[in-house]
């Protein structure tokens, strides 16, 4: 059950990382209310789910 969890919580991460590097690649702009969302964000929106993500997956590898 944990290994399970493990890698849906990684796989999630995983792609909230790739959709802001693709936000950040394809310079898209998000509106929220009128509110535009900076670009900087998708910068922290990409690394920080990415490390979770790697630590997700090394945590997986390191429980077998």
Known sequence: MKDTALKV????????????LLR???N???VVAG???PMWT???GFIIPL???VWM???LKASK
């Open 57 to 59: 997956f090394k945590s």
């Open 51 to 53: 490390v979770l993500s």
């Open 42 to 44: 998708s910068i922290f």
């Open 9 to 20: 919580a990684g796989a999630i991460f995983l792609l909230v990382a790739i959709v802001h």
């Open 28 to 30: 898209l702009e998000i």
């Open 35 to 37: 509110f535009v969302i």
């Open 24 to 26: 950040l690649i394809l």
